[in-house]
């Protein structure tokens, strides 16, 4: 590119960015998103003018439809309480929309519309039929009872079931929606519609769930790792790991990394985190299970349960490791906590969870040369093995373990090579460019041939 195009492309860039905040006053996890987007997508198509003709990122910058609903149910005390509900259907350019569902109290419209962004160049890179989508409610699920949680839910299938189906929209779980959530959502989706279809994936393995689904994300985002190091010449094996979260996604993560020889040291939740220097081993992980699917209880208890750990408040990027993962939440490394972990040595990052870096965060990992795996790359197994639920569905099978894991492994290797191919610059590959430019041109080319809609 020459000097002029790329102040050319700059100008656009900013022109594009300042018209997404017009619009979407306030919503600063969906700007953030769609900014971390057009930043790396802006230089490829600075040359590509049929895509600046046909306003292909202002219309992909835009969703398709916002659903938002009441969602009334009753406490065990027989108090009506309230709350609010959303699916926001992203863009089903390649695929019906797809993609989870968030329990949680800070849930609003900015971050399932930055959760339904990135989904849809996520499931473009699986190289899988599927759209982007999101949804959720401010609900919390912590501290209600199993009775409460399935009211809950279907109070909101009741509503959500009219805008979902197997071929429109096939919702699935996220932050506070795992297996128990899904079976409730399920029953009441067959209650009212009286169709058994795959219209959610995440399901239990006797209604239709697929093997490998729930390990999925976190092993893919570790494979995803494996991948960049080999490219390297190097490998997990030895490897201290610090982990963040302590959910679905971290814990199926620390599994992988253990039996591919790697030691983690750390998980987390909303309070604090544990350290423990001795390696989070396939016992302990079971009691962290426990604790977290069945007892629902809180990750300071692994420190009362294991000598030699010890719980801290906070997070855990200031402990020295080689391997970063964070599998908690958006936004959970900064500026500060990145500089951390290049100062204590961390060669790679691998993100489980969805935007868990800021933008200042991302920018300190690159300028230190680190392996960054973005998430919509590194966290893409799970949505992958989602679709392989989706195929088992309609044709009425089940393949088998084996053959799911070999299938999330090389769907994990497509990914990374998508990112070389498209990110490789003198110094290495840039992992974010690779990632976003991928997703971006599949959705693109469809919607060019759909002409203007
Ligand atoms: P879970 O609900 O199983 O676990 C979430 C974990 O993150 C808990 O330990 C929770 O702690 C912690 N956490 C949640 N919110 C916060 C917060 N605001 N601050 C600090 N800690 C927090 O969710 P998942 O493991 O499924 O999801 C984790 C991440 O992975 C999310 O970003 C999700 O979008 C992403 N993801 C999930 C996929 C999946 O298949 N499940 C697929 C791809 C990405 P606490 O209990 O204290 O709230
Ligand atoms: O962020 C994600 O990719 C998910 N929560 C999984 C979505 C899915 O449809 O499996």
Redesign the pocket.
């Known amino acids: 590119m020459t000097m002029s195009s790329v102040n050319k492309t700059d100008v656009y860039l900013k022109r594009f960015i300042a018209g997404v905040e017009k619009r979407n006053p306030g919503e600063q996890e969906f700007h953030q998103a769609v900014a971390e987007v057009a930043e790396t997508v802006f230089p490829y198509i600075a040359d590509k003018q049929i895509y600046h003709k046909m306003q292909i990122m202002e219309r992909m910058a835009e969703p398709d439809r916002v659903i938002m609903f009441r969602v009334p149910w009753t406490d065990d005390e027989g108090n009506i309480r309230n709350q609010r509900g959303y699916r926001v259907q992203f863009n089903n350019s390649i695929g019906p929309y797809k993609g ?1 569902l ?1 329990f ?1 109290p ?1 849930v609003n419209l900015s971050v399932l519309k930055f ?1 339904g962004f990135e989904q849809t160049f996520k499931n473009s890179l699986t190289g899988l039929p599927m759209g982007g989508g999101k949804g959720g409610s401010d609900f919390n699920p ?1 501290g209600k009872s199993d009775n409460e949680v399935m009211r809950f839910c279907q109070s909101f299938m009741t509503e959500l079931h009219r805008h979902i189906g197997e071929n429109t929209d096939i919702p699935a ?4 929606v ?1 297996a128990r959530e899904i079976g409730y959502l399920f029953g009441q989706y067959k209650r009212i519609e009286n169709r058994f279809v795959g219209v959610l994936t995440g399901k239990g393995m006797a209604f239709g769930g697929s093997k490998i689904r729930t390990e ?2 976190g092993y893919g985002a570790v494979y995803f790792m494996q991948n960049m190091l080999e490219y390297k010449g190097d490998d997990i094996r030895g490897k201290t790991v610090c982990i963040s ?6 814990t199926y993560a620390v599994e992988k990394v253990n039996q591919l020889g790697g030691k983690v040291v750390t998980l ?4 604090g985190f544990i350290y423990d220097p001795d390696g989070i081993n396939a016992e302990k992980l079971a009691f962290v299970m426990d604790l977290k699917n069945v007892r629902r209880g809180r990750i300071s208890e692994y420190a009362d349960e294991f000598k030699g750990a010890s719980f801290h408040e906070g997070r855990p990027w200031g402990v020295s490791c080689d391997i970063a993962m964070p ?4 936004n ?1 490394i900064n500026r500060d906590d990145a500089e951390n972990l290049v100062k204590n040595g961390c060669i790679g990052v691998s993100e ?3 935007m ?1 870096t800021d933008l200042e965060g991302i920018h300190t990992f690159q300028n230190a040369g680190m392996l960054y795996a973005p ?1 919509k790359a590194a ?1 893409a197994g ?2 992958a093995v989602s679709g392989l639920e989706m195929s088992q569905n309609s044709s009425r099978i089940s393949w088998d373990e084996a053959e799911l894991e070999r299938l999330l492994k090389d769907t994990m290797l497509t990914i990374h090579n998508s990112c070389v191919e498209y990110g490789k610059n003198k110094d290495g590959v840039d992992y974010l460019a690779g990632a976003n430019i991928a997703g971006f041109i599949k959705v693109a080319d469809a919607m060019l041939a759909f002409g203007h809609t």
């Open positions: 989870g968030r949680h800070s959760l912590k779980g996220d932050i506070g795992g999925a994300t979260g302590s959910g679905n996604v971290a987390s939740d909303s309070s599998c908690a939440t958006q959970e489980g969870a969805n868990p998430s966290n799970g949505v």
